[in-house]
């Protein structure tokens, strides 16, 4: 049987408005906090969010199962039931008093997709699964893409007893077998996604910035997943003062000296773009002297702070991390203080892969839309690209931003982007 045509997809997808809508609302319900949802990872709200997944893919008769990890998989079946696989899906799990969309958009998107092909009685080349995973937000167990990094085999080895939950202190093993599932069978179990069964991954998921709100328009593909250079735990140390009565030229001042390394990072990130560096971020998310000691009187002798530099190049990231080095060794050196960085943590980039982009803007302009093309930030994605399953995403307009709980996405923005997705599932099965 052939693939169906990307109008007739389109036109399945958004008879599924409702269906869809009222699985949103379902999940909201579930899941309400004072402001917003909280769906921890493996918890019984997370896990409340998937069963639902679960029983309305069950309706559409799809085939479903729990991978190792509490993973949920809904099957529709293909022809050839060795085949390589298509797979799409995105993460339950949210931060504390987040939005509804981060992530659950992507996971009913999947399902929507199947529903659709369900309605125009497709039996597509291979099978193809839509999954729910666990874990992505780092809030939880301070690390992200938990769920798909079991699946394929890239968690560190002792991370299931060393990582905790932030708020119980519950081991991830602990966590796991609360929700009713193996961790014994989890630890002796082989990756179970990897490219000898899956040919693709695709991930909708609202976007995270302005741009589409700016452009005005409902979707973008992404061209790459940005990689970061962080330092977590930064000081600067110095000495404390009397403010009126120590000179200039005797402080040892972490607050100014502090303040100068970010002015000047700041000014060479300006730097970088205007030299056509493309995709670059830059941020200070914690900057503060020490509660315990200081005053509107005193000149600060401790700052603390952090640093993180974004990209979509290795070169760009590693000269991030060098210029951080230099300023940081001259500034110190002239303001007699001292600066630690601590240790250094981030990702590799992630190109996402061309002939899956093209798939999808090829979706998009067959339905009338001229989607945008720039980086995104961390989704799944880059874990099944890492182990070299070809990526590729649909990010999809939202209003005020994400992890907060006044996440906005408007329902035909949603379908919008779920119609690009579903139709280019279909061109990459067939």
């Known amino acids: 049987m052939p693939s169906p045509d990307p109008i007739a997809v389109g036109r399945a997808v958004d008879a599924r408005t409702d269906f869809a809508a009222a699985l949103f609302e379902t999940a909201r319900e579930a899941s309400r906090d004072v402001e917003g949802v909280t769906r921890p990872a493996w918890s019984d709200l997370d896990m409340a969010a998937a069963r639902q997944v679960e029983a309305a893919a069950r309706q559409l008769d799809l085939e479903t199962s729990w991978d190792p990890a509490g993973n949920l998989l809904a099957t529709l079946p293909g022809q050839d039931r060795s085949a390589r696989r298509v797979l799409t899906g995105s993460h339950v799990d949210s931060v504390p008093r987040g939005g509804n969309y981060d992530g659950h958009a992507g996971v009913l998107a999947s399902l929507t997709a199947l529903a659709a092909f369900r309605d125009l009685g497709w039996t597509p080349p291979c099978d193809i699964t839509a999954i729910a995973m666990h874990g992505e ?29 932030a708020d119980t202190g519950q081991t991830l093993a602990e966590c796991i077998a609360g929700c009713g599932f193996d961790v014994a069978a989890l630890r002796a179990a082989k990756p179970w996604i990897d490219a000898s069964n899956t040919k693709a991954f695709l991930e909708l998921h609202i976007e995270q910035g302005p741009l589409l709100i700016d452009a005005d328009q409902p979707v973008a593909i992404p061209t790459a997943i940005r990689g970061n250079v962080r330092f977590p735990d930064a000081h600067c140390l110095g000495r404390y003062d009397h403010s009126a009565a120590c000179p200039r030229a005797w402080r040892q001042d972490t607050a100014l000296a502090t303040a100068e390394l970010i002015s000047r990072l700041e000014a060479w990130w300006i730097e970088q773009e205007q030299a056509g560096v493309p995709d670059t971020v830059f941020t200070v998310g914690k900057l503060f002297t020490d509660a315990a000691e200081h005053a509107m009187t005193k000149v600060p002798g401790r700052m603390d702070f952090t640093l993180n530099f974004g990209g979509t190049t290795n070169d760009f990231l590693e000269t991030s991390a060098v210029r951080i080095a230099e300023l940081a060794a001259e500034i110190a050196a002239r303001r007699d203080v001292r600066f630690e960085l601590g240790g250094r943590v981030g990702s590799r980039p992630t190109p996402l892969d061309p002939g899956l982009r093209a798939a999808l803007i090829a979706a998009a302009e067959a339905q009338g839309m001229q989607p945008q093309e720039f980086a995104t930030v961390g989704h799944d994605t880059a874990v099944f690209a890492g182990v070299g399953i070809p990526g590729a995403m649909v990010l999809v307009r939202n209003t005020n931003g994400s992890h907060n709980p006044h996440e906005a996405m408007a329902i035909e923005d949603f379908m919008a982007g779920t119609r690009t997705m579903a139709a280019a599932i279909a061109a990459v099965a067939g």
């Open 137 to 165: 937000e780092s809030v939880w167990f301070g690390t992200a893409y938990l769920g798909s990094k079991l699946a394929c085999g890239t968690l560190p080895d002792g991370d299931l007893d060393r990582l905790r939950r």
